[in-house]
């Protein structure tokens, strides 16, 4: 016990000695300045307090396409499909089912030239009545159905309907309704407000800002702009 007490005794004063000296040599290394106590007075020893990283929220991702465009079926069977599956909790997916399509006005109402022909048109109308119909946990799975599926659209239609649990009927009715004339003219406003303009199918934005780097669809080599199907990397 006595040599115990001694030893303290011992290191206590080993301690005030050497503690007893200027600062820049205390701080100088790193073991004594902690023996001392003295970290937090060295400023090439004290590291700032790092704050805790915050929650960004999720990143709003959008989707510009049209429902027959191979490259927006490419698109979405390859790339963003898998990546909702995987990390689809930090994101915050928006599609327009409009893409490359022209419209008209026709008294009080619209009309729409699609650029694979009418079953498009008929697509992208039953995409825009599920968006507004249904909520994103039904529409999105049904909308990546629908592109995953290579046979006829109508086909394809039922049957994803069908599997989330949509009234097919209810969809129907939408169709032929003057609501969704409007909703579909509307997605024709912000497809054309985009800046810059979009170029071809699928396009992408992300946080708004136009994001071509991060779509790898192959560009269609003889297409021109608003006629070409892919995107550039």
């Not at 086909?155 to 069908?162: L, P, R, V």
Request: charge should be neutral; charged fraction near 15%; include cysteine.
């Amino acid at each position: 016990m006595k040599y115990l007490i001694l030893f303290a005794l011992l290191a206590v004063a080993y301690c005030d000695l050497t503690c007893d000296q200027a600062p820049h040599i205390i701080c100088s290394n790193e073991k004594l300045a902690k023996m001392c106590n003295a970290v937090d007075r060295c400023p090439n020893l004290s590291k700032p307090s790092r704050r805790p990283i915050q929650d960004a929220g999720p990143v709003n991702f959008t989707l510009y396409y049209e429902s027959l465009c191979p490259d927006c079926k490419r698109f979405m069977r390859e790339q963003l499909w898998p990546t909702f599956l995987s990390i689809g909790n930090i994101m915050n997916i928006s599609i327009v089912p409009y893409g490359n399509a022209k419209e008209e006005q026709v008294g009080n109402t619209w009309t729409f030239t699609c650029q694979h022909g009418p079953d498009e048109c008929w697509g992208n109308l039953l995409h825009t009545c599920a968006l507004h119909l249904y909520p994103f946990v039904t529409y999105f799975p049904f909308v990546a159905c629908m592109e995953l599926d290579d046979g006829p659209v109508r086909d394809a239609a039922t049957k994803c309907a069908q599997r989330f649990g949509m009234n097919y009927q209810t969809l129907s009715i939408c169709m032929n309704s003057t609501a969704a004339n409007t909703w579909q003219h509307e997605y024709a406003l912000q497809t054309d407000a985009l800046n810059p303009p979009h170029q071809y199918v699928p396009w992408v934005t992300i946080g708004g800002v136009s994001s071509r780097s991060r779509v790898h669809v192959t560009a269609t080599p003889s297409a021109g702009p608003h006629r070409g199907h892919g995107t550039e990397s």
